[in-house]
């Protein structure tokens, strides 16, 4: 999920030098990513830049005839592998004891922020109840986004039954469609068995998204991070992975009392 850290991988047919050339400078590249920010404490991007780097060199071992390099790799894979696994060890402590703090900086323009991608880490089989704190659910994109995320979270693998939405009026024209809106949402989800209590602010400005297994995420914009598509028929349009993202910053926290609305 972090930023600068995704590669594609090289065809696993490739052999030889050439595929030498292709993979060596996106193994090392990731892996001095995977350092730098593991030196900063940003615990979650480096586990993933380290698994995806040692990933890379293990094609890159395959794939040399080089015995030095060889020999290199092989020294220096187990050391990033024990390093990975010393950080993996450290962010499930963190989030057993209540204590973990993450934040995902999604970059202007970036791809690959879904829904799921965001929210997958933090949704399970005991997560029964959600609170989502928005004060902008007015216009059309944004019940379309609400709806995408009610989707998700049908989806499982969590047994939501119960959603809670607070957000504000529209005082203009568009008040009654935004009440036919969540509406049609509401009777929609009831179909699957779960109910959505719907409540107005006129005070509210955070934004916020809670699950009852303890999970809280921060969204700068709220759900509202994705850019309008170019077209109807373009990529991005269906699949938001593929969707151009505003750029925010996402804040994950664990607690053992989170405060219900």
């Known amino acids: 999920m972090p930023a600068g850290c995704s590669l594609p991988p090289a065809p696993m047919s490739q052999a030889g030098p050439g595929a030498v050339a292709a993979l060596e400078p996106p193994a090392v590249a990731t892996l001095k990513r995977a350092v730098e920010l593991d030196s900063a404490s940003r615990f979650q991007e480096s586990l993933v830049c380290y698994q995806e780097g040692i990933d890379l060199l293990l094609q890159v071992l395959k794939a040399t005839k080089d015995e030095t390099k060889k020999a290199h790799y092989r020294q220096k894979i187990p050391e990033y592998m024990k390093r990975a696994e010393a950080i993996k060890k450290h962010i499930e402590k963190e989030r057993e004891d209540g204590k973990y703090h993450q934040q995902i900086k999604i970059e202007e323009n970036s791809t690959g922020f879904s829904y799921e991608k965001v929210f997958q880490d933090y949704l399970n089989e005991t997560v029964t109840e959600v609170w989502v704190e928005d004060p902008y659910i007015r216009h059309v994109h944004q019940f379309y986004n609400f709806l995408r995320f009610c989707e998700m979270l049908v989806k499982g693998p969590c047994r939501v039954k119960t959603i809670h939405l607070l957000t504000s009026y529209d005082e203009g024209s568009g ?16 179909n699957y068995g779960v109910t959505l209590n719907v409540s107005f602010s006129s005070s509210i400005h955070d934004r916020e998204i809670r699950f009852n297994n303890g999970w809280m995420i921060k969204i700068g914009r709220g759900l509202d991070y994705f850019k309008k598509p170019q077209g109807r028929f373009c990529l991005g349009y269906c699949d938001f992975d593929l969707r151009p993202c505003h750029e925010t910053t996402v804040d994950v926290f664990h607690t053992k009392h989170t405060k219900k609305t």
């Open 175 to 190: 008040k009654s469609q935004q009440t036919s809106s969540l509406e049609e949402i509401k009777q929609s989800l009831k």
